[in-house]
């Protein structure tokens, strides 16, 4: 029987929640939100048995949506006393998937849906306000990795609320934003795939140097051999994608105004560029899954330990 199979008694309410949010390209979220277009979004709270101020994790899907791999962690979560606020960033905005064209909803604006959806859960009679992580998965790992920036959340975030740890999953980490080195001092952890040729890890790894000589509190774990989505048990056997858009060859900046610089051609990034290319592997890795879900379960144990 699968782990989640087992787990799954364990959720003994699930809660419907609709919040308010922004929609915004990257270059409007850089300069302050200007001219961004309200969105309502739709999230899931999976609450465990006995909940009662309980911590819980924002769970941020990637360019597919929310997938068997969103699903397991909440019932993994779940199965450890931890309630999951399962957030879906794209229907309430007309999107289904943005892995053929990633211009439908810029990554940050997900920074924003992650700020709304903690000041929500913080607020629900469950949920201790204080013991709130943020997971995130590719698209949603980027989210989840730079909403640490202490930049993003003056801009965004709740004076008085922050996240207790970011936990991305295989996230793109090959555009450096401005003051991207000063992160909340909560802890980060980093899981991705050494295999990776869809978002490849090199990026993170220089990222994470840069971090660690700022003393930020950051770790990275990579799994050998392990691909792309390497937690979706849907993906095996592996899933090449041959129309999904691939920037791992872009290194990336942010400029004056707002704009995101190609390091190589010193000219704004488009998405017509010559280092954007097509194609990647997505694929299931039981042990680096196993060995993933043991990593967060522990570290989440010691965090949330009050």
């Known amino acids: 029987m699968h782990t989640s199979d087992q787990l799954k008694p364990q959720t003994a309410r699930i809660e419907i929640h609709s919040f308010e949010t ?40 990637g360019s597919a949506g929310i997938g068997a791999n969103v699903d397991r962690w909440a019932d993994e979560l779940n199965g450890i006393g931890v309630g999951a606020f399962l957030v879906d960033s794209f229907t309430g905005r007309g999107i289904v998937q943005t892995v053929t064209d990633q211009s439908q909803l810029g990554s940050l604006a997900m920074i924003v849906d992650a700020y709304r959806s903690l000041e929500l859960v913080s607020k629900h009679s469950a ?3 204080s013991r709130i992580a943020v997971m995130g998965f590719s698209k949603g790992g980027f989210a989840a990795l730079y909403a640490s920036l202490k930049r993003f959340q003056r801009m ?22 401005l003051e991207d080195e000063q992160v909340s001092e909560r802890p980060i952890r980093i899981f991705h795939g050494a295999a990776d040729n869809y978002v490849p890890v090199e990026p993170c790894r220089k990222y994470v140097q840069r971090l660690r000589r700022a003393n930020a509190e950051v770790q990275l774990t990579e799994y050998a051999g392990a691909h792309h989505a390497f937690d979706n048990p849907l993906y095996s056997p592996h899933r090449a994608l041959p129309d999904a858009i691939i920037t791992g060859d872009c290194v990336r900046q942010e400029g004056t105004a707002g704009d995101i610089i190609n390091v190589a051609t010193g000219e704004k990034f488009r998405w017509t560029d010559t280092c954007v290319k097509r194609g990647g592997t997505v694929g ?3 042990v680096a899954t196993a060995e993933a879900t043991n990593a967060v379960k522990s570290f989440l144990s010691q965090t949330f330990r009050r």
């Open 284 to 286: 299931y890795d039981a």
């Open 156 to 177: 965004y975030g709740s004076a008085d609320l922050e996240f207790s740890a970011y936990l991305p999953f295989y996230p793109a980490c090959n555009t450096m934003y």
């Open 22 to 61: 922004m929609t915004l390209t990257d270059k409007q979220f850089l300069i302050g939100g200007q001219e961004s277009v309200s969105a309502r979004i739709g999230a899931e709270l999976r609450l465990p048995a006995a909940a009662t101020r309980i911590p819980a994790v924002v769970l941020l899907h």
């Open 127 to 129: 949920i201790d306000p």
